[in-house]
């Protein structure tokens, strides 16, 4: 079992930028990729960014120049560098890892874009 938990969600006003967090636990030494997905308010949840073990990123078009993924695999920990946020962004955010075949979620953070 993989215990996710997010943090870094908050309001912040159009064109300004605000940083997520992630910590993983327990079968850590399991894990290799890990990403971001989100959900806004009647909409379905969606993937934003994920990275690999070794670093290897990867975008939705919608958040590609905006958004940065970036883990640190010594202390668990997954971050995403949000900048020129708009209000389209506002949703929540959801830590995500795969270990074998089963899908992690964090139970998210919330971010909220004032226009």
């Known amino acids: 079992q993989v215990q996710l938990v997010e943090s870094g969600g908050g309001l912040v006003q159009a064109g300004g930028s605000l940083r997520l967090s992630c910590v993983a636990s327990g079968r850590i030494s399991m894990i290799n990729a890990m990403g971001w997905y989100r959900q806004a308010p009647d909409k379905q949840r969606e993937w934003v960014a994920s990275?690999?073990?070794?670093?290897?990123?990867s975008y939705a078009d919608s958040v590609k120049g905006r958004f940065t993924i970036s883990r640190d695999n010594a202390n668990n920990t997954m971050s995403l560098q949000m900048k020129s946020l708009k209000p389209e962004d506002g949703a929540v955010y959801y830590c995500?890892?795969?270990?074998?075949?089963?899908?992690?979620w964090g139970k998210g953070t919330l971010v909220t874009i004032s226009s």
């Open positions: 995500w890892c795969p270990v074998i075949g089963i899908n992690y």
């Open positions: 990275i690999t073990k070794g670093g290897t990123t």
